[in-house]
């Protein structure tokens, strides 16, 4: 058979029954039987109880008995005994608990384990109760078994309907949370699609705000009002004639003194603003400070930063007094000098 199929048929190691269960010959049979014949699909590990291993096994071993016409057999070879279930479910380590048969609740609760909180029926509770029952006991109900009345049962059915409860309503909790999670992600969408397109007004703000949060929006005013009451120092400064050297903005509308003071100004305050809000509020810092370049240029071209005229006479900073023009002559008819 090997030659023919190029490897040993899934019964091979089922032949040799020794005439009475051996615990050994069982799981050495069905370890190899169950991936072969099910094409690795099942293994002693997928056997769920003592009567679904004792029907393999007697497949297998179906398989593996041949007559002496060297056919095979229909039948369990001679002296075939069923298996132990006590030591199939410790062979297999399921339906072990099952086994120790008592008519008593405690024992419902021993067998189904965990699954007994799944069942808030009685009916259902009592049948699952038997087909573990048969799976344990090798296909059949244990001896003197007595069916438990839905009485008997009535704390292990409240404790499983108290379980589906309390599972249903965290089920309810974790839609509200999904349903509110899916809420803020459309607010957040919708509001990142503001920002996106722009909104007139106080819209944008509310855009940035629901996307950037408060720090940013508060970065930006508190930079803003620090860039502008900058501007309008300077503005000041240079009208008044005590900053001469704004000529263009090339040079700049501040001394270097006051840049270097402004700057360490917004250092300070983008450093406190992150501390407390978060790094968004830098974002609002640069933003700001980007725009009052922009205010500095828009003010520069309408001569806010010209220093005043300097009256005739006047010494100015430089050290050159400003002196008059000598006015254009005037012609006098009634002078000789003129009509010569």
């Known amino acids: 058979m090997a030659q023919l199929k190029g490897s040993p048929p899934a019964w091979s190691a089922c032949t040799g029954y020794p005439g009475h269960f051996d615990p050994a010959h069982m ?15 099942r293994s002693l590990q997928s056997l769920t109880g003592c009567a679904d291993a ?10 593996a008995t041949v007559t002496k016409e060297r056919t095979m057999s229909a039948t369990l070879p001679e002296g075939y005994q069923k298996p132990d279930c006590a030591v199939v479910a410790g062979m297999i380590g399921k339906g072990s608990a099952c086994l120790n048969y008592a008519a008593t609740p405690a024992h419902v609760q021993q067998c189904l384990g965990a699954d007994a909180l799944r069942l808030p029926d009685c009916s259902l509770m009592r049948q699952a109760y038997e087909t573990s029952l048969r799976q344990a006991y090798g296909g059949g109900l244990p001896p003197g078994y007595a069916a438990l009345t839905c009485d008997q049962l009535g704390d292990l059915v409240g404790q499983a309907k108290a379980a589906q409860a309390k599972i249903r309503a965290e089920q309810a909790a974790r839609q509200q949370q999904m349903a509110e999670e899916a809420r803020r992600r459309r607010e957040n969408a919708r509001n990142l699609g503001g920002l996106s397109f722009g909104l007139a007004g106080g819209g944008l703000i509310a855009g940035i705000w629901g996307y950037l949060g408060a720090a940013f929006v508060w ?101 050159t007094v400003v002196r008059p023009e000598p006015p254009p002559p005037v012609h006098d008819p009634n002078r000789t000098e003129d009509w010569q």
Not at 27 to 41: H, I, M, N, V
Not at 54 to 63: K, N
Not at 281 to 306: D, E, H, N, S, T
């Open 54 to 63: 004792t029907q393999q096994y007697e497949l297998a071993l179906r398989d």
């Open 27 to 41: 799981k050495a049979c069905l370890d190899r039987f169950l991936p072969g014949y099910y094409g690795g699909r």
């Open 219 to 319: 970065g930006l005013i508190v930079h803003c009002a620090v860039v502008i009451a900058s501007l309008l120092y300077a503005s000041r400064q240079a009208r008044s004639g005590r900053w001469v050297h704004v000529v263009s903005m090339l040079s700049g509308v501040f001394t270097r003194a006051f840049s270097l003071t402004m700057m360490g100004v917004h250092a300070a305050l983008i450093a406190i603003g992150i501390a407390l809000m978060g790094w968004p509020w830098a974002v609002g810092a640069v933003i700001a400070i980007i725009l009052g370049k922009v205010v500095a240029v828009a003010m520069w071209m309408f001569g806010m930063f010209r220093n005043p005229p300097v009256a005739v006479g006047k010494v100015e900073r430089g050290g």
